[in-house]
């Protein structure tokens, strides 16, 4: 069964750089085969989807985020991460990893980690 | 791009149907059959319900099933039981190449 977890600091000073990782256990982090997606949530408001990687050549973002996100993966430690670049306190919200299935496509994820509260605040 | 649109809030009693409207545009909902809706309860991981519309993953319930005409989809859920109560949301792939999500549907089970 494919398990996902987040992690990384909880609190990050605004116009830093917001970093997280996602470990990824009972199935392999490759490129070209599937989705791996972060969505967040701010308090009391509903998910959006940050972006998701497949190819380094192949990399979607939401266009609010563009200039300041980047996904990758690290296939030697089975993780992907987040970067969000000039955080404030608008991006202060649970952050979720997740990852689609084959078969199952257009969706932000088929698995999904727990989320990790990440607070912007001076 | 814009956040999908469903209502606030939708209720119903144990036993009854329900369903949950998702509007989007030409650009995304309208424009292909790759609309989702998760289910989110508080402090837990969403959990996808139905994909490519209609598609339902294994191990989620039949009581749950999805449609969409133009650039409208919606999410059925019938014989309500006390645990649907939680958020739903909708998302779409988009023709930027981007998924959108809606603004969730709070489900109150009476």
């Known amino acids: 069964q494919v398990q996902l977890q987040e992690s990384g600091p909880g609190l990050v000073k605004p116009s830093q750089t917001l970093s997280l990782t996602c470990t990824v256990s009972?199935?392999?982090?490759?490129?070209?085969?599937?989705?791996w997606n972060w969505i967040r949530q701010p308090a009391g408001k509903g998910l959006e989807w940050i972006g998701r990687f497949y190819t380094s050549v192949n990399t979607n973002y939401n266009p609010s985020l563009k200039s300041r996100v980047t996904i990758s993966i690290d296939t030697s430690k089975n993780q992907f991460s987040l970067k969000l670049s000039s955080v404030n306190a608008a991006d202060t919200a649970v952050y979720y990893c997740?990852?689609?299935?084959?078969?199952?496509?257009?969706?932000?994820?088929?698995?999904w980690g727990q989320g990790t509260l990440v607070t912007v605040s001076s | 791009q814009s956040a999908l649109t469903q209502p606030a809030s939708v209720s119903g009693s144990p036993g009854q149907s329900i369903t949950i409207s998702c509007t989007g545009t030409s650009s995304d909902v309208g424009g292909y059959n790759y609309v989702s809706w998760y289910q989110h309860h508080p402090g837990k991981a969403p959990k996808l319900m139905i994909y490519e519309v209609s598609n339902r993953p294994s191990g989620v319930s039949n009581r749950f099933s999805g449609s969409k005409s133009g650039t409208t989809a919606s999410l059925t859920i019938s014989g309500l039981q006390p645990e649907d109560e939680a958020d739903y949301y909708c998302s779409s792939y988009t023709s930027g190449s981007t998924l959108v999500f809606g603004g969730g549907t709070k489900l109150t089970v009476l």
């Open positions: 009972g199935g392999s982090i490759s490129s070209g085969i599937y989705y």
């Open positions: 997740a990852r689609d299935e084959r078969n199952i496509a257009g969706t932000a994820g088929v698995y």
